[in-house]
């Protein structure tokens, strides 16, 4: 697989690089570090990174505009992606030529050349190992921005998507770009005030139900009297790891921008992708993200939920 996927990348002077809509550290990392790699492997190839720009994840660099590509003779390489419609560009179609690098459970078909691997923490995680096996180069900047992938996606090595692999590969990263950790933890980690408080109020106002499934609706009018964004509501899952009452957990938040409930639901025993792809979402067996219209059926999933936590109890 290595080998195929260089020499397509040799192949072609013009790459694009794509991934999920919603871009977080993982994706926006892996498709930014593949830039700056293949810009230091092969200096004359034009390289696009695509997709909307988030300012919350500024720190890892910007992205390109989808104009000037010449589509029938670019390569196009979406990274973190499972399914076709959560991919963030154009029309895929314009592209004859794709190849794809992600970790999440496979879902369906979309590129000519596919790599999945369900066993890695993460798409950066995919990028280093490619590197490390390829005479594809990394440097101390595209380095430090996969670490950071690897990061997030197991949110500092807490998840169990982080196997030994993980830290062998890690620790190599660590030692030959010599990455400096605690700059790297302020750029991820470093919050204000506000973003604490509304953590607050979301342990204070956090509900379960009787089978162990914590659940709350974050509506844009919390999120205004805290002085958060949407992004740093859907972020609050993160937090949520690690409460003994909770199985499972689900956050629903208000979007108001892009006019839509942004659902992040996470596990500790049952799968619950299959629950999300019913309504349109997906992800892992254990961390999954929905996009919902408005709060309408955010009901009917905690109770769905609720019923897959007591089937689980029932058997463990
Ligand atoms: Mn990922």
Redesign the pocket.
Known sequence: MYKEIIKNIKKYDSIVIARHIGG?I??IGSQIALKEIIKETYPNKKVYAVGAFSSRFKFLGSLDKEDDIDFDNSLLIVL?TPKVSRLDVENIAKYKNRLRID?HPFEENFCNIEWIDEDKS??CEMIVDLCFNTKLKMNKSSAEKLYMGIIA?TNRFLYPCATSNTFITVAKLISNYKLEIPSIYEKMYLRNLDEIRFIGYVFQNIKVTKNGVGYIKITDEIQKKFGVDAASAGNMIGELSYIDDFIVWITFSEDKKQNIIRVSVRSRGPAINTLAMQYNGGGHKLASGIRLPNFDLSDEIVEKLDIICEEYNKNN
């Open positions: 977080d993982d994706a973190d970790h993460s798409t996606d």
